[in-house]
């Protein structure tokens, strides 16, 4: 059986009443393997030093939010691709791009910004020093997400060991984008199965990222709620078949919500 190594995803940007345009939103999204020998709360307590720069920038309006997801072993029939998920999301490619483009000064200086009164100098030298030396990650992938759609149910909000779906999917053809947004997305939302649920399209990625993906989808289930024992229409049917016609699922993690800035 072809082993399954697709990437995922989405992020959980959680959107406010008067939420944009989603199709602005951009997500970059950063596959993180540790390496040998690195433990989950050493690596934790690294980006919790880094959670309080993106707080920083999200107050000057440089970003939407940021997350850390931790990914659960048994996910992908127990052969998951990542150790953690790291998610920066952007109002637009604008604000993204202006971002990305900053020097390696210009992050050390804005680290000894953000952390100026509240940690110690030690600290700040221990955890930039470990940052410009990778210390942590074994291999990283990236990929560049474009909003496409999103829905939050009312109410729901971050919160950390919120768990969540992220589905890797190969568009087979032109209909696919209009199958999800136009019928799975209504029923997921009309039947209360998803709490939280995005589409997005894979406009860029590093070299070392899996290229048959063309859109990630992320979900947060409705436990409470399922398809049993609902009825289809005959129409209803139909979109279903041709819909899962139009793609291909490559495999997917589920996350928990260590950490997050928004």
């Known amino acids: 059986m072809k082993k399954i190594i697709a990437i995922v995803f989405l992020q959980f940007a959680l959107i406010a009443a008067n939420a944009q345009d989603m199709s602005n939103v951009y997500r970059l999204v950063e596959e993180v393997t540790l390496k040998d020998g690195i433990s989950q709360e050493e690596y934790e307590n690294f ?15 440089k ?6 997801w931790k990914m659960d072993p048994s996910s992908n029939d127990g052969n998951p691709w990542a150790d953690y998920l790291i998610v920066n999301v952007f109002a637009n490619k604008a604000q993204m791009d202006e971002m990305m483009s900053k020097p390696e000064q210009w992050w050390v200086k804005d680290v000894q910004v953000a952390h100026k009164g509240k940690t110690k100098r030690s600290i700040v030298k221990k955890h930039t020093k470990e940052t410009l030396e990778n210390k942590y990650r074994a291999k990283s992938v ?3 997400n474009k909003g496409l759609a999103a829905y939050l149910k009312e109410g729901l909000a971050p919160e950390v060991g ?3 779906d992220y589905i890797g999917i190969e568009q087979l053809n032109d209909d696919y984008v209009g199958f999800e ?6 029923w997921h939302k009309k039947s209360d199965t998803r709490l939280y649920w995005e589409l997005n399209e894979i406009v860029d990625r590093t070299e070392n990222a899996y290229q048959p993906v063309t859109h990630m989808i992320f979900e947060i289930l409705n436990p409470e709620k399922s398809y049993d024992g609902m009825t289809f229409s005959f129409t209803d049917q139909m979109m279903s078949k041709y819909g899962q016609a139009s793609r291909k699922m490559h495999g997917a993690m589920t996350g928990e ?3 997050f800035s928004w």
């Open 181 to 186: 947004t136009n019928h799975f997305a209504p």
């Open 257 to 259: 919500l260590v950490h």
């Open 47 to 61: 980006e919790a030093f880094w959670k309080t720069v993106k707080d920083m920038h999200i107050k000057e309006g």
């Open 63 to 68: 970003l939407m939010g940021w997350f850390l």
């Open 142 to 144: 990236t990929y560049t």
């Open 162 to 164: 919120t768990k969540g």
